[in-house]
């Protein structure tokens, strides 16, 4: 199957500070890709979808100026989430998905604490 | 895309099958039943994936009515590797892929 890369796998930051997420998807070209935040033993609540070389979609509630979402190519996507703050700590996931195609592929995970 | 609702949680032991049913009574014409399964800390993975009728691979079953307004997972003989959540999405290319609460499946030895 299709591989998705993401990177950090995890990432300690301190207040104020920002990080940047790298999502990659490897063998295929990835026209959508979604970003998610996911809480403990929570389901994964989508923050934002973006296609190739358009602004992100953003879901309502979620701070664009926040978590900003690059979507410069058709292999990487890149979520930076700015002055974070400890309320930001969560499990962060990418998810890719290849033009006109239904399966979507996901990353492993970035796990972010603020500290 | 269509809202999906699933069990919140099911118990098995090892050995034995295990099926979640998922409903998506307003699927649409162009809509799609894909599986996901997730472990914890780590994104999810694609199971499987149909349209109608019944759709087998090395890992699952899936199971899908004439009508298309639910769908049943099937694992066969569960082991305890095999606890995780799964989720069902229903939806088309194009959807966003949002996910209800999933499923979460405990297999006990």
């Known amino acids: 199957g299709a591989v998705v890369s993401q990177h950090p796998s995890w990432v300690i930051c301190k207040s104020g500070t920002s990080v940047k997420i790298e999502c990659r998807s490897l063998?295929?070209?990835?026209?959508?890709m979604f970003w998610y935040r996911q809480f403990p033993k929570q389901s994964l609540m989508l923050m934002a979808t973006s296609n190739e070389g358009s602004k992100a979609t953003y879901e309502q509630g979620v701070e664009k100026d926040k978590f900003l979402i690059n979507h410069a190519s058709l292999t990487l996507s890149t979520l930076t989430v700015t002055s974070a703050h400890p309320e930001d700590s969560s499990f962060y996931i990418c998810?890719?998905?290849?033009?006109?195609?239904?399966?979507?592929?996901f990353g492993q995970g970035t796990r972010l604490t603020v500290v | 895309l269509a809202k999906t609702t699933q069990p919140i949680s099911m118990d098995s032991y090892e050995g034995q099958e295990v099926n979640i049913t998922c409903s998506h009574n307003n699927i649409a014409t162009n809509d799609y039943i894909t599986w996901y399964q997730q472990f914890p800390s780590q994104g999810p993975r694609f199971i499987i994936q149909g349209y109608k009728t019944k759709v087998t691979n090395e890992v699952a079953s899936l199971f899908i009515p004439a009508d298309r307004k639910s769908s049943t997972l099937s694992l066969p003989r569960v082991s305890l590797s095999d606890t995780a959540v799964y989720y069902c999405?229903?939806?088309?290319?194009?959807?966003?892929?949002?996910f209800g609460g999933g499923t979460r499946v405990l297999v006990k030895p």
């Open positions: 063998d295929f070209q990835a026209t959508t």
């Open positions: 999405f229903a939806g088309a290319a194009g959807n966003k892929l949002t």
């Open positions: 998810s890719a998905r290849q033009g006109t195609g239904t399966e979507a592929f």
